[in-house]
């Protein structure tokens, strides 16, 4: 972890999950990069998402890999809400396996674990314990909690 | 079509070192039976060479991965050199290759000596296979910190390529309907063609029901949509087309390259998520000559995940985007005897991870028709070759004149 990422990996200690965003063009820059792609401005700084995504795409891990991660699990990519294309790979939880849909609409938890928290997504679900409305009826510049 | 570089230089010579699993043969030792092999197929002596380039150079990666780097190999032969290069921050492994076709198009060297050695299989005996860039088995706890990549994908337990290309096979599903019969098709394929190979791995038949049968590994790809491991070198000889004319064999010219990257280099992040740097690379391949796909008497695309050779099949323009899973449905296009034999070795799937430069082999051994049993009828003169998935990707075009 460096000075560049730790925004990333500690923002779940306040339950929130932190990017890089450009103060110029407020343009969301994922993995942390010192500078802008889209205007070239160097002033970047960590902002709060809403935490809310959809499944760009998902794989039902079954083989070992690595100790304590036990299989299966779900391994997927998510596109944050506030801009296209921006993406994290993650871990969907609080999901059956054969529940998981590209498009379903999710939303950021954290693990802690030793120093860091790990941001994991979980389908969005309504009070009633329901899957949660279409993200087509989400605003997309939601600046979040 | 204006003049391009590549016209400059041919394949002059090729060689391969022993292949097999858990050889516990010495990575140098494999390396120079390749390479003593491709200058000797060439017609040429250890002292033609003034040239060598590889990927991803000297020890680089997890155990297995690469073998010696360009010094040992220099050392070695004592090869006096004007000019060589190695490393993996290529487009992708037949990136070197490309590099090396660079090199004696611009008159830096005459004959270059291109290499790829894996050792994986031995070194993965007892330890079980390693993530890509899994340092020692890799654990998250405290006192192991990713880097690169895996900072953003190995606390998620997506420590292989595995997942990486399951995810992109996924949405190809998704988008377009493709389905696990298709994707089996490059396997079994690959297997049929494995079948008429003396030095393929899995040589014994494979049925739509195995396949089946077969334990997944990452959804949607089971065990045989992934490649094997394996021990192995592969060497071939990078010559001035001038150069090449009154050696042993007749050059293969080097008729076009792509080594194009023009969406994000990252695993999870390109723009599109049914392709991949291929996509570039190969759109990049058809700019630089006036042959068009239909040209191609034989395609060998890279397979470390049958979804790869799809991608690559989309990425040549050999079908439509998105059309892949049809193209190859029923296997009968891609056999043998088809209209574009794909993978005509048995591919990484079924001859072995050779990690790209085994396509390039086999794409030189049916243009100079040494196929044997599994050689292309027909006389094949146009032959692609093609390497990498992810943010890695590199092709060549070769024509016998």
Redesign the interface.
């Known amino acids: 972890?460096t000075e560049r990422?730790a925004h990333f990996w500690k923002g779940g200690e306040q339950g929130e999950l932190r990017l890089l965003r450009c103060k110029a063009c407020r343009h969301w820059i994922?993995?942390p990069a010192p500078i802008c792609p889209e205007c070239l401005a160097r002033d970047v700084a960590p902002e709060t998402v809403s935490g809310r995504a959809r499944v760009?795409?998902?794989?039902?891990?079954?083989?070992p890999?690595?100790?304590?991660?036990d299989?299966p699990?779900l391994?997927?990519?998510v596109e944050l809400v506030e801009q296209p294309?921006l993406?994290?790979?993650?871990?969907l939880v609080n999901c059956a396996l054969d529940e998981a849909r590209?498009d379903m609409p999710v939303r950021v938890t954290f693990e802690e674990?030793?120093?860091?928290w790990?941001p994991l997504f979980e389908p969005e679900r309504s009070e009633g314990g329901k899957r949660a409305r279409g993200l087509d009826e989400v605003e997309p510049d939601s600046e979040g909690a | 079509m204006t003049d391009v570089f590549e016209r400059r230089a041919a394949i002059s010579g090729i060689g391969q070192s022993r292949v097999g699993r858990r050889l516990g043969r010495d990575a140098m030792d494999l390396t120079l039976d390749a390479c003593l092999e491709a200058i000797a197929d060439a017609g040429l002596d250890r002292r033609d060479i003034d040239g060598v380039a590889t990927y991803p150079g000297g020890w680089f990666g997890p155990r297995g991965f690469s073998g010696p780097g360009i010094p040992e190999l220099q050392d070695a032969l004592r090869l006096k050199l004007s000019w060589y290069a190695g490393g993996p921050e290529q487009p992708g492994q037949l990136g070197s290759v490309i590099e090396a076709i660079a090199a004696v198009a611009c008159g830096l060297a005459n004959h270059v000596l291109c290499f790829r050695t894996v050792w994986e299989s031995t070194a993965q005996c007892g330890g079980g296979?390693a993530?890509m860039g899994?340092p020692g088995?890799?654990?998250?706890?405290?006192g192991f910190?990713a880097s690169g990549i895996m900072?953003?994908?190995?606390?998620?337990?997506?420590?292989?390529a595995?997942?990486w290309v399951?995810?992109?096979a996924?949405?190809h599903m998704?988008e377009y309907g493709t389905t696990r019969e298709q994707l089996a098709q490059v396997a079994l394929n690959a297997r049929r063609n494995a079948g008429l190979n003396p030095k393929a791995i899995y040589r014994e038949p494979l049925t739509l029901d195995d396949y089946f049968a077969a334990?997944?590994?990452?959804?949607?790809?089971c065990l045989y949509d992934c490649d094997v491991p394996v021990d192995g070198s592969t060497a071939v000889v990078v010559s001035r087309t001038d150069r090449a004319r009154d050696l042993r064999r007749p050059p293969l010219r080097v008729e076009a390259v792509g080594s194009a990257l023009r969406g994000r280099p990252s695993?999870?992040?390109f723009?599109d998520?049914t392709t991949m740097a291929m996509r570039d690379a190969g759109a990049m391949l058809w700019q630089r000559t006036d042959l068009r796909p239909a040209d191609v008497d034989v395609a060998e695309l890279y397979d470390g995940f049958s979804f790869l050779a799809m991608a690559w099949l989309e990425a040549l323009g050999f079908c439509g985007k998105g059309e892949s899973g049809p193209f190859v449905a029923g296997g009968t296009r891609i056999a043998l005897a088809g209209e574009l034999p794909l993978n005509t070795h048995g591919g990484q799937l079924s001859a072995g991870r050779l990690h790209g430069y085994g396509f390039l082999h086999e794409a030189c051994v049916q243009l100079w028709g040494d196929g044997g049993e599994r050689q292309v009828r027909g006389d094949p003169r146009v032959a692609v070759a093609a390497a990498g998935g992810g943010p890695l990707g590199g092709c060549l075009l070769l024509v016998r004149d």
């Not at chain 1, 993406?87 to 871990?91: S, V």
């Not at chain 2, 088995?137 to 405290?142: D, H, I, P, T, V």
């Not at chain 2, 994908?153 to 997506?158: I, K, Q």
Request: hydrophobic share 40%.
């Open positions: 972890m990422n994922h993995p760009a795409t998902f794989t039902v891990n079954h083989q890999w690595i100790p304590g991660f299989p699990y391994v997927a990519i294309g993406r994290l790979t993650t871990n590209i674990r030793d120093d860091v790990i | 296979r993530g899994t088995g890799g654990g998250g706890g405290k910190r900072e953003w994908t190995l606390p998620y337990g997506a420590a292989s595995a997942v399951a995810l992109f996924q949405r998704h334990r997944m590994i990452s959804t949607p790809f695993w999870d992040q723009d998520l």
